[in-house]
C-alpha cells in the first residue's frame, strides 16, 4: 500500500541531522504513524528486532523512527571516517562484516555458496520466515491479513484474518483442531496428491478426503507456492476452523 506523505508538522515531527551539521532526510513520527500495523512490525523484524506482537501501534512507531533515525547517525559517522558506536548494530554490522570478507580466499566461496544454499531453500520450502507468497495475482485477503511468522507472534484481536507460510504455525493450528492432513480423493494426478485440505472430527460433509502425512501435506503445500490463510477466533472469542489454501499464481489448494 503506498505511503502518504504528511507534512509532519507538530513537536513529534522533528529533523535528525548528521554529525557534520547538515540536515539529512526527515524522519518524522507523523510519516510513520500513517503506516500499518502489520508494516510496522514487518519493519522491525527485517531490522532484526522481534517480539513486538504485544507491542501497541503508538509503541512500535517510536520503535522504527528510533531505528531509523539511528541508521542515519551511523551513516553519517562513516561519511566522516568515523567507526559506529559499539552495541544496538546487531545483526547489520554482522551483515557489514560478511559484505567486506566476501570475495577474500577460500572463506569468501564457503559463504557464497551458503547464501545461495539458503536463497534456494528459502524459495523451495516455506515462505522466508513464514511471510506470504507473492504473486501477480495475490488476493486481497493476503495483502490486509496479519502476518504471522512463528507460534510466538499471536492475533490482533479475535476474528482477525491471518496469513503464514510457517510450517509449524499450521501443525500446531490444526493439531489444536483436532484436524488431519488430508486430500480430497481421486483429485491426486502424477504421482501427486490432489486438493489439500484438513479432515475435521465429525466433519464429514462435502467430498470423501484420504488421510496423509504432514510431510507429503508441507511439501505439497510449498510446492505449490500456497499461503494459509485462517482464522484463530470468530469475533465471539470461540475457536475458529476457517482456514483457505491461496497461491498467487492461483492453483488449486
Known sequence: MAQRNSSGRGGSATATKSRSGSAATE?????????????LRGELRRRG?????????????????????????????AKAGTAPKAGGAGKRTESAAGK????????????????????AA??????????????????RTTKYAQRISSTQD???RAGRSLVTTDHEVIKRWA???NAKPATIENTDHDGHLGVLRFDFPGYH???????????????????RQLNFIYQEQMRSGQQSNFFLLESPLREDG
Open 27 to 39: 524522519i518524522r513520527e507523523s510519516d510513520i504513524a500513517q503506516r500499518r500495523v502489520d508494516d
Open 49 to 77: 528486532i522481534s517480539g513486538t506482537s504485544g507491542l501497541r501501534k503508538d509503541e512500535l512507531v517510536k520503535r522504527v523512527v528510533k531505528e531509523m533515525r539511528a541508521d542515519q547517525r551511523r551513516g553519517g559517522a
Open 100 to 119: 567486506a570478507t566476501t570475495g577474500r580466499g577460500a572463506g569468501a566461496k564457503k559463504t557464497t555458496s551458503a547464501r545461495k544454499s539458503t536463497s
Open 122 to 139: 528459502g524459495k523451495s520450502s516455506q515462505g522466508a520466515s513464514g511471510r506470504p507468497r507473492q504473486g501477480g495475482v495475490t488476493s
Open 154 to 156: 499471536r492475533p490482533e
Open 175 to 177: 493439531q489444536a483442531r
Open 205 to 223: 460433509r462435502g467430498r470423501p478426503l484420504t488421510e496423509v502425512s504432514w510431510a507429503e501435506w508441507l511439501r505439497t503445500f510449498d510446492e
